[in-house]
Every structure is written in structure tokens, then in C-alpha cells.
């Protein structure tokens, strides 16, 4: 059995290609970091080009190599030798290699172990190498031959400073190596190919600020992505993602993120901490069942589109989206059955659509969203206000919603009479009061939101309520 060729995943790889009796594959650890660094491993033109690069001296090395057993713990070899140090320093030459011919032993055989680790580190650079110059080289004599890769290549080769490249629907497979020698890059399109991984090079680009990758294969982002500090723009749209890496919290410079189409089921828990200066994000069509609560430190966000998910609830602190121009929560089907009353804090709303719920009631406060043009609550099993009032648009609903407001409140006004003239004394004046912060927000507000419940999973507080704040 191989020992310890984990160290040497593409050596392991090549061997056990080579004879798969002889040689055991890499381990499903090595496994892990080998296939997304190394795609095209199994290409017959690739494989072949590694096979011939390994020595012919291999097997001698591995079977010297196998036959050395463990490695001496450092620990017991820097003991050793400080022993030899100190003996030579005490004893005459003779006595001294007869005293510390132990000490000399585990020296030796960490030397020895270290020369052959080398001979093997060698190869495993070479086949690096060769596997390089071979993925170019079928880069570069493909039937579509990309001759922007190939330009893209050449240009990185001689250092030439490059800031734009689109190299969409050109059905690249993997980005070569020599990519991401493209310093300057400011804007990276690749769109519209086959890449199944993005490599962790990709945070050599510390200049980048638009990256398009949409319409691939992808099924995960490497977390190296958080390193590019400038990244303005991101579109991973079209791919196959089930999550984000949550280090994506790191690009503060993000202005808009285009994770729409995908098989996302959650989101990074610290998105919003860090992504506090974004302005757009687009996560419709993907299998999110809800937003995490740090959503709500997204304090820019103009444009939120969610729509075709499985969402069960909004979090009340969504209110604190004060910038929010557009909100699309549409098409949750059986899953979003209303909406909190603070989404009545989000005054700059311009553009609501809530179609395909199993939404009932909105909020009654729902008049404080003056500046509201665009309202849709089609397919709703809507109660308050009725579908008839709903299909006439924003204004209409407005008009609907302040004069219910208007009608609950003279409502309370006339019970809260009722109980003055009951308890007509100072007493009287003290249960008032509670009464009236108990009776209003514990029955208004059942009528806002999630009829009582929040969406955070307890019930919602007084304090909670846009009419709480007005008592």
C-alpha cells in the first residue's frame, strides 16, 4: 500500500490509473481538493501526457519510500539533535559517535525521509506542469477554438494589462491557470459555458468589480470569493447552487447580487452584516424557506426580488429597510400566509407584489405607504380589503385601509367612553389606559401580519405595532 501519497494527489491519481491492483486511488479527502482544482484529470489527452511524465524510477522510489515506515515525530528529532550537540561538546570524538549513534539514527532517518518526500514533491510539480500545458493545449485546439482564451492567455503571458474580458457562451469547460496571471482585471464575463467550478485563484483578481458567471454548471462558489474587496457586481444566476459561501459577507463592495435560478435553500446567516451597501438583490426562483435575520442591516437595499421560493415568513425587522423601493414576494404559493405590520415602516415603497399567497389581511396601517404606485395582490384568499377593492390598485387599497384605520379607532374612542363613565374616578383613568394599550394592540393587530403570530417563530409584542407607537 501507498504510503502517505495523500500529500501527492495527481501522483496518486496517475498511479492508480496506471494499475489500480498495484496502487490505491487518492482518499476521498484528497478527492475533495483534487477534482475542482484539476476538472479535466480524466480526459484521455490529458491523462495520457501524465502517465508518460512519470519516471521509470518510480516504483524503486516508492517501495524505499513505503519501506521507511512512520516519520520520527519533530518533537524526538529536534531532541536528538540537541543530544548529539551536547555529547560532541562533552566527549572525545570516538566516544562521542559511539554514544549518540541512537540520536544520530532518528536524525538520519528524518533526512532520509525528507529526500525522498522531495523526489516525490518533484514529480508531483511536473505532472502540474504537464497537466497545464495540456488543458491549454486542448484550449486551444478546439473545433470552436476559443481565440479569445487563447488571446487572453498570450496576453497574460507577457504581462500586458487587460481590465475587460467577455468570454461568454464560448463552452469553456475550466479556466486555465495563466487566467488569473490577468492583472488589472476590472470586469470578468463567463457566462453561458460548461464550468462546473470557479478555482480559488480567482482571488488573485484583487481589482475586480464585475463578475459574471451566469448560466453555467456550478454547484457551489469557492469561499475564496470573499477575498475580492472590490467587487461591486456578482451574477451567479442559472447555475446549480444550493448555497453561498458565507465569506460572500466579506465583499463589502457589493452593490448588486444575482443569485436568482438556482437550488438555493438558505442564505448565509452574516449576509447582511456585511453586505451593508447593497443595493439589489435578486433571489427569485431558488428553494428558500426563510431570510436570515441579518437581512434586515441591509440598510441600502432599493430592490428586493424573492418572488418563486418557498418562503414561510417575513421577519417583522424588515421595516428597518427604509430604502426599499421595489419588494417582490409573489408566488409562495401554500407557504407565505402574510406579511408583517411593519412592512408599513417602508415608507419609499414604490412597487409591492404579493400575488400567489395565502395572504388574508394586510396590515391596517397599511396607508402609511404613500408613496406606493405599483400593488399586486392577485390570487390571494383576501379578506380585508376584498378582491374587489384590491384589483383597483395602490390608491384604492390605501383609501380602503385609512378609513378601516379610521373606524377601529372610533371604535375604541367609543368603548374607551364606555369605560370612563363605568369607572368614573381616578381609578377609572388608570384602567382606561390599559385598557386601551391591552384592547388595540392585542385584537388590531392580530388583524396585521401573521394574525398574531410573527414571522420570527413567537408572538409578537405590543411594541411591535406601528399603532402601539402611536398610543
Known amino acids: 500500500m501507498d504510503h502517505d501519497l495523500d500529500k501527492f494527489p495527481i501522483l496518486s491519481y496517475v498511479l492508480h490509473q496506471l494499475d489500480s491492483n498495484l496502487h490505491a486511488p487518492p482518499s476521498m479527502a484528497a478527492q475533495e481538493t483534487l477534482f475542482p482544482s484539476f476538472p479535466l484529470l ?53 566516544e562521542a559517535a559511539k554514544e549518540s549513534e541512537i540520536y544520530t539514527g532518528v536524525v538520519r532517518l528524518d ?40 488571446a487572453v492567455l498570450k496576453a497574460a503571458e507577457s504581462g500586458e494589462i487587460n481590465e475587460r474580458i467577455n468570454l461568454s457562451g464560448q463552452e469553456l469547460k475550466l479556466l486555465p491557470e495563466a487566467f488569473w496571471k490577468v492583472v488589472g482585471l476590472v470586469y470578468l464575463n463567463l457566462s453561458g459555458n460548461d464550468l462546473t467550478v470557479i478555482p480559488d485563484a480567482i482571488s488573485k483578481l484583487k481589482k475586480l468589480e464585475e463578475l459574471d458567471v451566469s448560466s453555467n454548471s456550478l454547484e457551489s462558489l469557492p469561499d475564496s470569493i470573499g477575498m475580492l474587496l472590490n467587487l461591486r457586481i456578482l451574477n451567479v444566476n442559472g447555475n446549480n447552487l444550493t448555497a453561498l459561501p458565507e465569506s460572500i459577507a466579506h465583499c463589502r463592495s457589493l452593490v448588486e447580487l444575482d443569485a436568482s435560478y438556482n437550488n438555493l435553500t438558505t442564505l448565509p446567516t452574516n449576509i447582511g452584516y456585511g453586505l451593508q451597501n447593497l443595493e439589489r438583490l435578486s433571489i427569485q426562483l431558488n428553494k428558500l424557506r426563510y431570510f436570515p435575520g441579518s437581512i434586515s442591516e441591509m440598510y ?19 421595516g428597518r429597510l427604509t430604502k426599499l423601493e421595489v419588494l417582490n414576494l409573489s408566488s409562495n404559493f401554500n407557504n407565505l400566509m402574510g406579511v408583517p405590520d411593519t412592512i408599513t415602516d417602508l415608507t419609499n415603497l414604490r412597487e409591492l407584489d404579493l400575488s400567489n399567497n395565502q395572504i388574508q ?35 384604492a387599497v390605501r383609501e380602503f385601509m385609512k378609513k378601516r384605520w379610521g373606524e377601529l379607532m372610533a371604535e375604541q374612542q367609543q368603548r374607551i367612553g364606555v369605560e370612563a363613565e363605568r369607572h368614573g374616578n381616578e381609578t377609572g383613568w388608570v384602567y382606561w389606559g390599559t385598557s386601551m394599550v391591552t384592547n388595540l394592540v392585542s385584537g388590531v393587530t392580530q388583524t396585521i401580519g401573521f394574525g398574531g403570530a410573527s414571522s420570527d417563530g413567537g408572538d409578537k409584542k405590543p411594541g411591535d405595532s406601528y399603532f402601539y407607537h402611536q398610543i
Do not use: C
Not at 521507511?68 to 561538546?89: E, N, T, W, Y
Not at 516525490?120 to 504537464?130: A, F, G, P, Y
Not at 374587489?388 to 390598485?393: D, I, M, P, R, Y
Open 42 to 94: 480524466s480526459d484521455p489527452q490529458v491523462m495520457s501526457s501524465l502517465t508518460q511524465s512519470i519516471p521509470t524510477t518510480i516504483t524503486q522510489t516508492l517501495f524505499v519510500f513505503n519501506s521507511l515506515g512512520s516519520r520520527p515525530d519533530p518533537l524526538a528529532v529536534s531532541s536528538a539533535r540537541s543530544k548529539i550537540a551536547q555529547i560532541m561538546d562533552s566527549l572525545s570524538p570516538e
Open 300 to 318: 441600502n437595499l432599493k430592490y428586493l426580488d424573492a418572488h418563486m421560493n418557498e418562503i414561510h415568513g417575513i421577519p417583522n425587522s424588515i
Open 361 to 395: 389581511a394586510i396590515p391596517d396601517s397599511f396607508y402609511r405607504l404613500r408613496k406606493l404606485e405599483k400593488l399586486n395582490l392577485d390570487q390571494n384568499p383576501l379578506e380585508i380589503p376584498s378582491q374587489e377593492v384590491a384589483s383597483q390598485g395602490a390608491e
Open 111 to 150: 533526512e532520509v525521509h525528507d529526500s525522498y518526500e522531495k523526489k516525490l514533491k518533484d514529480i508531483e510539480e511536473e505532472l502540474s506542469r504537464v497537466y497545464a500545458t495540456e488543458v491549454e493545449s486542448l484550449l486551444r485546439s478546439g473545433e470552436e477554438v476559443n481565440e479569445e482564451v487563447v
